[in-house]
C-alpha cells in the first residue's frame, strides 16, 4: 500500500507564493515520476507540472515560467513552488506519482485546497 501526503495550500493574495509538498511513503520500490494536477468545480482535473525520476519536468503553458517542480528521490517527495499566484490559480491540487511496487500503479493524493484572492 502507498500513501501519498500533501501539505502547502491555503490562502494567499494575487502576486504571492505557495510551496506544496507531497511524500509518498509504504510499499515503494521506486518512484518513476511525481506530478501535481489541479481541479476546480465543474471542470476536469488538469495537469499542474510532472516531474520524473531523471529529473525531467514538464509544465502546463498557463503556470510556466510561475511555478517550479522539483523532486528528492532520497526522500520520496515532490515540491511546487508557485510564485505570482493568479486568482485563477485557485483550485484543489492534487499530488500524483507512478510508483513501481509489486506493480506499477499511478497513486492520488487527498488534494490542498490552493485560493487566490484578488
Known amino acids: 500500500q502507498v500513501q501519498l501526503v500533501e501539505s502547502g495550500g491555503g490562502l494567499v493574495q494575487a502576486g504571492g507564493s505557495l510551496r506544496l509538498s507531497c511524500a509518498a511513503s509504504?510499499?515503494?520500490?521506486?518512484?518513476?515520476?511525481m506530478g501535481w494536477y489541479r481541479q476546480v468545480p465543474g471542470k476536469q482535473r488538469e495537469l499542474v507540472a510532472t516531474v520524473s525520476s531523471g529529473g525531467i519536468t514538464n509544465y502546463s503553458d498557463s503556470v510556466k515560467g510561475r511555478f517550479t517542480i522539483s523532486g528528492d528521490n532520497a526522500q520520496n517527495t515532490v515540491y511546487l513552488q508557485m510564485n505570482s499566484l493568479k486568482p485563477e490559480d485557485t483550485a484543489v491540487y492534487y499530488c500524483h506519482a507512478i510508483i513501481s511496487g509489486l506493480a506499477v500503479r499511478a497513486y492520488w493524493g487527498q488534494g490542498t485546497q490552493v485560493t487566490v484572492s484578488s
Open positions: 509504504g510499499s515503494i520500490f521506486r518512484v518513476n515520476a
